[in-house]
């Protein structure tokens, strides 16, 4: 009768180390997320996802995460400020992990007071639980000898096709420099994490202003999803 009220939480174990966990994933990229999302279930754990500051703040205010995995560029700010917000707050999140395409994503994550870090693109099983689970508290990890798993995550390229057409809504709604940054900036942990070569070009063009080209490939690729 008290489990009916009280449910006893699944503990980690060597095939599903993150078991019982809940990982909250703040990212942009649908795509992005979603790789995050297979493995998190793959590794046993619940997963929540807010694609900004805003939303990510609502979810914390609601429940407590084992995990938050933080990319460093937001829509509305950077990701930085949240990892401050998540290491000074009092119960801590036990695992913060800062997330970013970006050469010098790790430092500044750490910086940030992040446990660990996640390069994009985010696809490895063994690499994924590894991250996780060391940066987890002692008494909270695995205990015994565990294989790490060789997998990949591949998702729907679907997906992929629901942030190309994020991105055709950037465009056409940027009016400064700051928006055509961050449109390069989602563009680029796209392209890493769909390893897509054409939305590389796409990023290289938006930096030397060369608008007309992003948005001729953005609808190039909105007429390959389309049809």
């Keep these: 009768m008290l489990d009916d009220l009280f449910p006893v939480q699944p503990k980690p174990t060597a095939a599903k180390p993150l078991s019982g966990m809940t990982v909250l994933v703040v990212e942009d990229s649908r795509f992005a997320s979603e790789a995050l999302r297979l493995l998190c279930v793959h590794s ?6 807010a694609d900004c500051l805003t939303s990510a703040r609502r979810h914390l205010k609601v429940y407590r995460p084992s995990v938050v ?8 700010g950077s990701g930085e400020d949240l990892i401050r917000e998540l290491d000074t707050a009092l119960p801590r999140v036990p ?13 500044t994550a750490r910086a940030a007071g992040a ?9 490895g099983l063994g690499a994924f639980q590894i991250a ?20 990949e ?11 190309i057409l994020n991105a055709c809504d950037l465009l056409a709604a940027a009016r400064s420099r700051e ?32 608008i007309d080209e992003v948005e001729a490939l953005l609808r190039r690729r909105l007429g390959v999803a389309e049809g």
């Design 153 to 163: 995550v591949h998702p729907d390229h679907a997906v992929l096709d629901e942030d």
């Design 115 to 123: 446990d660990g870090f996640l390069a994009k693109p985010v696809e």
């Design 132 to 151: 996780v689970v060391n940066a987890l508290p002692e008494a909270d990890r695995p205990t015994g000898l565990r294989m790490v798993p060789s997998g």
């Design 44 to 49: 046993g754990a619940r997963v929540r996802r």
């Design 95 to 107: 695992v913060i992990l800062g997330l970013s395409g970006e050469p010098d994503g790790e430092d």
């Design 179 to 210: 928006d055509y940054d961050y449109l390069a900036h989602f563009l680029h942990g796209l392209a890493l994490s769909a390893h897509d070569g054409e939305l590389t070009a796409a990023v290289e063009a938006i930096r030397e202003d060369r």
């Design 69 to 76: 995995i933080v990319d460093l560029g937001l829509p509305d």
